[in-house]
């Protein structure tokens, strides 16, 4: 109903617009027509009044007035002097006392013709005063029924046809408001489909216009967004209930084993010992989990401060090299000196504290993980690199996915939830800055991290 009520009013809006400007171009059309032919008049009448034989008019010569009378016809005029009393006049004027508007008839005698308009026993006159000498002038009136007539049929018709013209306007209206909203119906049918979840289709659009296309190439990349965000939304569910199932399993079958019977105090120690590594598995799930919800709803707050970036890399090392050291690892690092940073210190610490574990617990016995902190062209670099496993071209695109392995069995076998490495690029990106991953089959990886130039 929405649709077909704003199509309605477009209707009849174009509708008046169209009648107001047809009315008002015929009423300019009507106007200038009056006017012209009110203009003709005047010049005809002055023309007939500079007729040669108007000043031959003398009351003592008969013959010339009856030519006079003869030569004007049915048009009326009057010859009057100073007092106002007809000196001569037409056969059609005589038995008739026309009203005489004396102001005229003394600005005539100033030298200037005069003109007035009248009505007559029931029609309209145009009359003329012209000045013939000091002591006497010419009056000439002239019939307007044919041109009122002409005035009234002319109203007529247009009245004839303002109805059609109304009528017509309402059916293109009507057309063109349908054409111009159909965008929008469609856009209407398709949200209703996303409203009851069918997020698969997009709106094919033919009609040409830069505002019409801009909205449904908007329309359709937020339902890309949206399918893509809901899509990422049902496959975080899905890995977060797989992820919490798994510790949960673990946790319900040893403690269902350790109560068929009694048990020695050694293996409940065990028991205890692998119901933790479940329990720090979870928590480090239920971590996470809040802190991409903060991220997801922009309630993250950074609070930032000026630090040593080689200094929080060194705390970050000198923390890892005992698991490092576990596993058979190297760490070495390179620093550039003085290379401070504005950031949040406990958030960078997270993120790149995910980065060299990620790399340690990727680097077989024997190996190497080298951390460098160095400037290029102003910015902050920050360079992990191994010499682990790598990883497969394919599976990089993928690698900062939440919940996303490249090895399922091996992450879970060491710990890994699948979203360290989602944490570090959220930080990275939060900061401003970016994270790049470079890596080679059996060679190793190297993720490469990069900050605006500090400023003051």
């Known amino acids: 109903m929405i649709n077909k009520t704003f199509r309605l009013r477009l209707t009849v809006f174009y509708t008046l617009v169209v009648a107001g400007i047809v009315s008002a171009f015929a009423i300019a059309i009507y106007l200038q027509y009056r006017y012209s032919l009110a203009k003709t008049i005047d010049e005809y009448l002055l023309r007939e009044a500079n007729e040669e034989i108007l000043f031959e008019v003398d009351p003592k010569l008969p013959g010339k007035n009856t030519e006079v009378i003869k030569r004007f016809g049915d048009e009326y005029f009057e010859v009057l002097d100073n007092h106002g009393q007809v000196v001569i006049t037409?056969?059609?004027?005589?038995?008739?006392?026309?009203?005489?508007?004396?102001?005229?008839?003394?600005?005539?005698?100033?030298?200037?013709?005069?003109?007035?308009?009248?009505?007559?026993?029931?029609?309209?006159?145009r009359?003329?005063?012209?000045?013939?000498?000091?002591?006497?002038?010419?009056?000439?009136?002239?019939?307007?029924r044919e041109i009122d007539e002409s005035m009234k049929s002319l109203r007529g018709l247009f009245f004839l046809f303002l109805p059609f013209i109304i009528m017509f306007s309402s059916a293109a209206s009507w057309f063109l408001s349908g054409k111009?909203?159909?965008?929008?119906?469609?856009?209407?049918?398709?949200?209703?489909?996303?409203?009851d979840g069918?997020?698969?289709?997009?709106?094919?659009?033919?009609?040409?216009?830069?505002?019409?296309?801009?909205?449904?190439?908007?329309?359709?990349?937020m339902l890309d967004g949206i399918q893509a965000s809901v899509e990422a939304q049902k496959r975080f569910t899905a890995a977060v209930a797989h992820e919490v199932r798994s510790p949960l399993t673990s946790l319900r079958g040893s403690i269902e084993?350790?109560?068929?019977?009694?048990?020695?105090?050694?293996?409940y120690e065990d028991l205890l010992k692998t119901n933790l590594s479940d329990i720090i598995r979870l928590s480090k799930i239920t971590d996470n989990l809040l802190f991409f919800s903060k991220a997801d709803n922009n309630i993250m707050?950074?609070?930032?401060?000026?630090?040593n970036v080689p200094h929080l890399m060194d705390t970050i090392v000198e923390r890892m090299r005992y698991k490092a050291s576990s596993a058979g690892v190297a760490i070495t690092k390179t620093y550039a000196d003085g290379i401070e940073m504005n950031g949040d210190v406990d958030l960078l610490e997270q993120a790149f504290s995910n980065i060299v574990d990620n790399a340690i617990k990727y680097t077989p016995s024997g190996g190497q993980v080298e951390v460098t902190v160095k400037t290029d062209s102003g910015r902050i670099m920050v360079d992990v690199t191994d010499s682990g496993v790598g990883i497969p071209e394919g599976e990089i695109p993928h690698i900062f996915e939440r919940f996303y392995r490249v090895s399922k069995e091996r992450s879970r076998k060491l710990g890994g939830t699948g979203?360290?490495?989602?944490?570090?690029?959220?930080?990275?990106?939060?900061?401003?800055?970016?994270?790049?991953?470079?890596?080679?089959?059996?060679?190793?990886?190297?993720?490469?991290?990069?900050?605006?130039?500090p400023s003051d």
């Open 90 to 125: 037409s056969l059609n004027a005589q038995n008739q006392r026309w009203p005489l508007d004396k102001e005229l008839m003394a600005r005539t005698f100033k030298g200037v013709p005069q003109f007035s308009s009248i009505q007559f026993r029931g029609i309209h006159y």
């Open 127 to 144: 009359v003329l005063y012209f000045p013939i000498s000091g002591e006497k002038i010419l009056r000439i009136a002239l019939s307007l």
């Open 180 to 195: 111009a909203l159909a965008p929008v119906v469609k856009i209407k049918d398709l949200a209703a489909q996303v409203r």
């Open 198 to 221: 069918r997020l698969g289709k997009r709106i094919e659009m033919d009609a040409k216009g830069s505002e019409i296309e801009d909205l449904v190439h908007m329309f359709n990349d």
């Open 257 to 267: 084993v350790a109560l068929r019977k009694t048990r020695t105090p050694e293996e």
């Open 301 to 307: 707050e950074l609070k930032k401060q000026w630090f």
């Open 419 to 453: 979203l360290g490495l989602s944490i570090a690029q959220w930080v990275v990106e939060a900061h401003g800055g970016k994270i790049e991953v470079k890596s080679t089959m059996g060679k190793g990886s190297e993720f490469v991290t990069s900050f605006p130039a």
